[in-house]
């Protein structure tokens, strides 16, 4: 029933299509919202990643140069401390020196730095000054008298002098270093290295150190080596301080040797000494290979972000590396902080967009309502007007001050009516008019049929065209009357509708023909009543009774 009002169904109809817009207008932004949010997420994810692996290879860089610092004064000393001794074979410097000089200096080098866990020097056989022989066994001394003096501190500051042991040892400890290697390897190589972290006796103690090495070599020729060992714990700290202040230790970083031996692990000290494998299984191999080519690397992945740093001591040719890796939660944590704040604006942003929507389609509703009833108002009185019309009622009228379709409408209704009105009013005066003339014409017949009555009666012996003439005349009586009724009807019929003008007219042109037949009768008759009245006069005093 609701639909019927034309009022209900536009604003029914542009309230739907209001609602689909904002529906639409609605869908879009959140589609648009959410995908903003994607991008803006995803470039500050990006952004926060590159910037945390800049980050993060600056921190890496930064403890790599820490750590060649760290190790590069005892190397340096070492050096320097291989050059003087190589004098002694040198014959353009013809160092003579004992070896009693010799210790004194290496323990005064322990005793002026006290992150030195050892100094020493170890000769080949008479390699120094011949006299092997006289030494075996004296203090500092093995069975063989080489020169092998281990100046060493142990962990109360005790300092102490000990022969070296495992010098030539090929054998290797579990994670594949020889036993020998600080000794055999610059040998070897006839160059500076960094050992991998061994393990060492130290005053009846086992320590991890990382043995510093320099050959002391004169025309090529190899004649023993000077070495200070750096404990572990001294790098494993610093390792650690530094992870520490880098997300707050939210990530883990590693100090790997050349063969791919933990010097210091942040997450773990306990694998200090381990392979790299234990601390980074999946990838340890790829990650060796780039710490052995020296290459400084970063790889991002789902879950971390790495960053591959070398470190080169000194002038040794094997490279060390630093391995720094931190979560991408971590990184990304203040990206998903500001992604959480940002989804949270999002949606109470599409509250109030909803509430605005809700809001301006009330609004537009109720807009929609009064401009709607605005325009139906006239098309309603229209129709009230087309219905008294019909009901037959022509005086109600329409008032409409609009210059659109509507106002063109209730002019065209209002000039329709006014028209019907001059029609109407034409017909009922025809009407009347035509009623006017039968009553006259009625009278007339019934005069002419009382003389024609008389006329027969005395012309009793006329001829049977007389008495015919008299019927017509009765007949003709008769079609006047009902000529009279049937006018009188018209004209009510006239009054009642404007519908019955047609019939009207057609009853007028019977009414036309029924005068036309009278006044031919009335013609005839005329002619008979001349023509007996000639009769009567030829007849003369026999005719006198049917003169007329």
């Avoid at 005069?447 to 027969?456: I, N």
């Avoid at 029924?514 to 030829?538: F, G, H, P, W």
């Amino acid at each position: 029933m609701l639909f019927k009002s034309l009022q209900m169904k536009l604003t029914v109809i542009f309230g739907l299509c209001l609602l689909v817009v904002i529906v639409a207008l609605g869908v879009y932004n959140i589609i648009a919202t959410q995908q903003t949010e994607q991008f803006v997420i995803a470039s500050s994810s990006q952004s926060s990643t590159e910037m945390a692996t800049d980050l993060l290879h600056e921190k890496a860089q930064a403890i790599s140069f820490e750590i060649d610092a760290m190790l590069e004064v005892p190397l340096d000393t070492t050096r320097t401390l291989a050059d003087v001794l190589a004098g002694v074979k040198d014959e353009a410097i013809n160092l003579n020196i004992s070896r009693e000089r010799i210790n004194d200096i290496l323990r005064s080098l322990l005793v002026r730095n006290p992150n030195f866990v050892g100094v020493y020097t170890a000769w080949e056989p008479n390699a120094l000054d011949g006299l092997d022989d006289l030494y075996a066994d004296a203090e500092g001394h093995d069975e063989t008298g080489r020169f092998i003096p281990y100046w060493s501190r142990n962990a109360d500051g005790n300092i102490a002098l000990e022969p070296l042991v495992e010098y030539e040892n090929q054998e290797t400890f579990e994670h594949g270093v020889r036993k020998g290697e600080w000794y055999l390897l610059p040998r070897e190589r006839k160059e500076e290295v960094a050992i991998d972290p061994l393990p060492y006796p130290v005053q009846d103690d086992i320590v991890w150190m990382v043995p510093l090495i320099a050959p002391i070599i004169v025309n090529n020729t190899f004649y023993g080596i000077t070495g200070i060992d750096m404990r572990v714990e001294r790098l494993q700290t610093r390792v650690e301080e530094e992870n520490e202040a880098f997300y707050s230790g939210a990530g883990r970083i590693a100090l790997v040797s050349h063969k791919g031996i933990l010097a210091a692990a942040s997450d773990n000290p306990d694998l200090i000494g381990q392979s790299l494998a234990q601390w980074m299984p999946e990838t340890w191999q790829r990650d060796l290979e780039r710490i052995q080519s020296g290459e400084s690397t970063s790889e991002v992945t789902a879950k971390t972000l790495k960053v591959i740093v070398p470190v080169k001591i000194g002038r040794s040719p094997l490279f060390w590396g630093v391995i720094a890796e931190v979560p991408q939660e971590t990184v990304l944590a203040e990206v998903h902080e500001f992604a959480d704040q940002l989804h949270q604006r999002g949606r109470q942003d599409l509250l109030w967009q909803i509430g605005v929507a809700v809001g301006i389609t009330i609004i537009s509703l109720l807009v929609i309502w009064l401009v709607s009833k605005s325009l139906v108002a006239p098309i309603r009185k229209s129709v009230t007007l087309a219905e008294s019309v019909a009901a037959g009622d022509l005086t109600p009228t329409i008032e409409v001050k609009q210059r659109d379709e509507i106002g063109v409408l209730t002019d065209a209704l209002r000039g329709m009516i006014f028209r019907l009105r001059e029609v109407v009013t034409d017909v009922k005066k025809t009407a009347e008019n035509v009623a006017s003339g039968s009553q006259t014409m009625s009278a007339n017949a019934e005069a002419m049929s009382q003389g024609t009555t008389q006329q027969a009666a005395a012309a009793e012996e006329a001829s049977s065209s007389m008495e015919q003439m008299a019927a017509n005349i009765r007949q003709n009586a008769e079609n006047a009357l009902q000529t009279e009724k049937i006018a009188v009807q018209a004209a009510k019929e006239a009054e009642e509708s404007g519908q019955a003008v047609a019939e009207a007219v057609t009853a007028m042109q019977t009414i036309a023909q029924k005068v036309a037949m009278i006044e031919d009768i009335t013609r005839q008759t005329r002619m008979l009543s001349l023509n007996a009245t000639i009769e009567a006069a030829r007849a003369q005093e026999h005719g006198k009774g049917f003169a007329v």
